[in-house]
């Protein structure tokens, strides 16, 4: 399989590695987009905030806006992200907000043949580990990702691109082709490139004895069944976008999994997530003033589930929630002034209390996926009677 592949590359003509550009070229559609404002609210908050936009590879300063009056204030500085001493600038904007450093960050090209998820996921789980590098010290990672590529030609245009940058590539090609080409190609030219499918690929064959296809998912050659899993998740679905907040409360008995919780802790998004996986969600808001229904107090209470939050960071998120719907003055500040807040979350806190064996999870700074997974941890825990502590916890 090696060698085959070897002789192919060797009779496509590799040309010389382009040359790296000392500064990466410029989106034009990054540019036009509205930049992000340095948050108000809780130091721990902006820190998520700009980790969050860091990793999604999103510009944090109003470049567009002021890369021109940078350029005509100090006419010497070529480089408006940078001064002849190659120091990172900082900017401040006319409406009082600082903005934070201004850096175009490392490039990291994600390739796949088939859709990229496994490439993108692998890499913003690895990310996870260097938010503090990348909050505390500045170090944003602009990802860029490339799907469906199932041929040599656009592939070395990638690569090729990847040497001009500087960036690393990260590749999960399942035509085994592909994947010598990329690796052959990225150590002829010194780019950095990690292949995440091939050695797990490599491993599975060998412990089963029997050779993978080679074939990308969609492939014409890869038929899918639909299996009673597929039509399982299209119920769930189905059943969770008509339960979504507190809709048909009579039919609470039939969901896997009940998410209780005040106004924006995320119980919509995090429904869709777990019926993805095949669980029928119902969630119920808590409003303070308003009666609970009756059924949520009828179902097997092993199945619900409390969600809470910071009051800080709630506030600053119905803030930014009741602006965008256009609420008015008075109804914007019973749903988001402080007091309002810290007393509904005080009532949910009362009806957790009141029924102790419904867990209750901490959502403040977590990701909806690791929400989704100590729901579904305790989920399976209490569905085959593993041993666990009575919950009287935050989780």
Not at 55 to 84: A, Y
Request: net charge positive; proline share 7%; charged share 25%.
């Amino acid at each position: 399989m090696i060698s085959s592949a070897t002789l192919g590359l060797s009779s496509h003509r590799l040309p010389p590695p382009p040359p790296r550009s000392s500064t990466p070229e410029l989106n034009p559609k990054s540019l036009s987009e509205p930049q992000a404002r340095k948050q108000k609210g809780s130091p721990q908050l902006n820190r998520w905030s700009r980790a969050r936009s860091i990793r999604s590879g999103r510009k944090l300063d109003r470049l567009h806006q002021r890369t021109t009056q940078r350029l005509e204030l100090n006419p010497q500085v070529q480089n408006p992200k940078q001064s002849e001493k190659g120091e990172v600038s900082s900017l401040t904007g006319s409406d009082g907000y600082d903005d934070v450093e201004a850096t175009f960050g490392k490039a990291i090209f994600m390739v796949s043949d088939g859709t990229g998820w496994t490439a993108e996921h692998s890499v913003n789980a690895s990310l996870g580990q260097f938010e503090h590098c990348l909050v505390d010290r500045g170090c944003p990672v602009n990802t860029h990702l490339f799907s469906g590529i199932d041929d040599v030609e656009r592939l070395m245009e990638i690569i090729k691109q990847a040497a001009k940058e500087g960036a690393l590539v990260v590749y999960t090609l399942a035509d085994p082709s592909l994947a010598e080409h990329a690796k052959q190609v990225c150590k002829l030219w010194g780019i950095p490139a990690t292949d995440i499918l091939g050695p797990i690929t490599e491993a599975i064959a060998s412990h089963l004895g029997v050779l993978p296809s080679g074939l990308p998912r969609g492939a014409p050659g890869r038929n899918f069944p639909l299996s009673e899993d597929y039509f399982r998740r299209i119920e769930a679905i189905e059943f969770t976008i008509k339960q979504d907040d507190g809709a048909l409360p009579q039919n609470l008995h039939k969901a896997d999994v009940v998410l209780a919780g005040v106004s924006r802790t995320g119980k919509t998004p995090l429904s869709i997530y777990l019926a993805q996986k095949g669980y029928k969600v119902a969630n119920v808001p808590i409003v303070k003033g308003v009666k609970l229904p009756k059924s949520l107090f009828e179902v097997d209470p092993e199945k619900v589930f409390g969600l809470t939050i910071n009051p800080v960071v709630l506030q600053t998120i119905r803030r930014a929630r009741a602006k965008s719907l256009g609420f008015s003055e008075e109804v914007r500040s019973n749903y988001s002034e402080m007091d309002h807040v810290r007393e509904e979350l005080e009532f949910a806190r009362r009806t957790f209390a009141q029924n102790p064996v419904w867990p209750v999870i901490e959502v403040t700074g977590k990701a909806i996926e690791e929400t989704a997974a100590v729901i579904l941890r305790l989920y399976h825990d209490r569905k085959h009677k593993c041993s666990m502590p009575r919950i009287s916890k935050l989780y």
